[in-house]
């Protein structure tokens, strides 16, 4: 989104400003917190990740994101109207919307930016397994404040208001007793239910963020 100020971002060694914008946009696809969604059919808002998709691949998609059951329930199935901005789906479905989206447009990497900071818990965790399924075979980077989202993360990066605080794995993250220790007890360990509950976060560290590279 903008011109890096110093270093260089690469992909498989090239500097992304040597890239064209279009051949760079090819290779990363991104979930957001808030989907944009257009008005037409489930069908055309999933093709959107590859407008000349085959029926069968638009399907794939919607079954590898576990929205293929709740589509077929439709009495139009692709063909349903969703509505300005989706408005005629849950949370839960927008998102699973974007998903197959992404699976349909198969980018080598994945931008997943708190793409389950809106929903309840168990939406979150049907949405996590849809994810985990997105996240095979390609580089991902998670930004998020739920901890249970980027545990298994080969990489995990804390980022305050000044910059890197930590990184590492979860284990050694937990072992070094610091923010990300923090944010887990906070999460996990004081509250004893699994739960994530962000406003009890932003207590213990208000400004920190995730970002975790697979």
């Given at each position: 989104?903008?011109?890096?100020?110093?270093?260089?971002?690469?992909?498989?060694?090239?500097?992304?400003?040597?890239?064209?914008?279009?051949?760079?946009?090819?290779?990363?696809?991104?979930?957001?917190?808030?989907?944009?969604?257009?008005?037409?059919?489930?069908?055309?808002?999933?093709?959107?990740?590859?407008?000349?998709?085959?029926?069968?691949?638009?399907?794939?998609?919607?079954?590898?994101?576990?929205?293929?059951?709740?589509?077929?329930?439709?009495?139009?199935?692709?063909?349903?109207?969703?509505?300005e901005r989706g408005v005629k789906l849950s949370g839960g479905q927008k998102q699973?919307?974007?998903?197959?989206?992404?699976?349909?447009?198969?980018?080598?990497?994945?931008?997943?930016?708190?793409?389950?900071?809106?929903?309840?818990?168990?939406?979150?965790?049907?949405?996590?397994?849809?994810?985990?399924?997105?996240?095979?075979?390609?580089?991902?980077?998670?930004?998020?404040?739920?901890?249970?989202?980027?545990?298994?993360?080969?990489?995990?990066?804390?980022?305050?208001?000044?910059?890197?605080?930590?990184?590492?794995?979860?284990?050694?993250?937990?072992?070094?007793?610091?923010?990300?220790?923090?944010?887990?007890?906070?999460?996990?360990?004081?509250?004893?239910?699994?739960?994530?509950?962000?406003?009890?976060?932003?207590?213990?560290?208000?400004?920190?963020?995730?970002?975790?590279?697979?």
């Amino acid at each position: 989104f903008y011109d890096v100020s110093s270093g260089r971002i690469t992909v498989d060694g090239i500097d992304i400003r040597h890239m064209t914008r279009v051949s760079l946009r090819r290779q990363i696809g991104i979930v957001q917190q808030d989907v944009f969604l257009f008005s037409g059919t489930i069908g055309e808002n999933i093709a959107y990740g590859k407008l000349e998709a085959s029926e069968a691949e638009i399907w794939e998609a919607a079954r590898r994101a576990q929205l293929d059951e709740f589509i077929r329930n439709q009495p139009e199935q692709l063909e349903t109207i969703i509505g300005e901005r989706g408005v005629k789906l849950s949370g839960g479905q927008k998102q699973r919307l974007a998903i197959a989206r992404m699976f349909l447009k198969n980018p080598p990497i994945l931008i997943l930016d708190e793409a389950t900071s809106a929903l309840d818990t168990a939406t979150e965790v049907a949405i996590q397994q849809a994810l985990v399924e997105l996240s095979k075979g390609r580089t991902t980077l998670v930004i998020a404040h739920r901890l249970a989202t980027i545990k298994n993360a080969d990489r995990i990066v804390v980022v305050t208001a000044n910059g890197i605080a930590e990184e590492g794995r979860h284990d050694e993250l937990i072992a070094a007793g610091g923010i990300y220790s923090t944010l887990h007890k906070a999460q996990f360990g004081f509250y004893g239910n699994g739960n994530s509950t962000q406003s009890r976060v932003k207590e213990v560290a208000p400004v920190s963020n995730l970002a975790s590279p697979n």
